[in-house]
């Protein structure tokens, strides 16, 4: 077991009003600390979805562990071969090289807080992600980024089966 010392000099503080929302309707994300501002100990954002609607399709961290924290309404979360259910209150942490996904239950909104620990400088990410959405990038612009975000996206059966 390795131990990691983040190495930072300033008390990371986000305001609400100040932090960026990538996104809206029926995604929004909030990107509250990247890993930059921690000394690499975590990167955060909060995502909101819609009713039903997808937060991250399947995909793979090698390089950190991934927590969701439902803050209000209810999310199906992927991890490994199970989909489980969250409701408000629930925590759970993925570790590293498991795959997973998130999404909003059909009829149900979710409000989650992501952490992905140790940090990965993923803003850019989220930035990227919203110009696939608009139509800037094409999706397969994502497969050359995989590595610098450390987000590898595979096939799920499990997780298909439940979201046709």
């Keep these: 077991m390795s131990l990691f ?3 930072f ?3 990371a503080l986000v305001r609400e009003a100040g932090a960026e929302v990538v996104g809206g309707d029926p995604v929004a994300v909030r990107l509250l600390a990247d890993s930059g501002a921690t000394g690499g100990a975590l990167s955060t954002v909060r ?3 819609a009713a039903g609607a997808d937060g991250a399709r399947p995909h793979v961290h090698h390089r950190s562990a991934e ?9 199906e979360v992927l991890s490994g071969e199970d989909v489980v259910t969250a409701e408000r209150g629930d925590l759970i942490v993925v570790p590293p ?4 996904a998130f999404a909003a239950v059909p009829g149900s909104t979710a409000d ?3 952490v992905i620990a140790p940090g990965v400088e993923r803003f850019e990410y989220f930035r990227h992600l919203q110009r696939v959405r ?3 990038l094409g999706p397969e612009s994502l497969l050359e980024v995989q590595e610098r975000y450390d987000n590898h996206f595979l096939e799920s059966a499990a ?6």
């Design 5 to 7: 010392v983040p190495r």
């Design 9 to 11: 000099d300033d008390t």
């Design 47 to 49: 995502v909101t979805l």
């Design 67 to 75: 927590m969701f924290y439902l803050l209000d309404g209810a999310a």
């Design 97 to 100: 090289d498991r795959p997973h």
């Design 112 to 114: 989650l807080l992501v």
């Design 134 to 136: 608009l139509g800037e």
């Design 159 to 164: 997780w298909e089966a439940r979201h046709r």
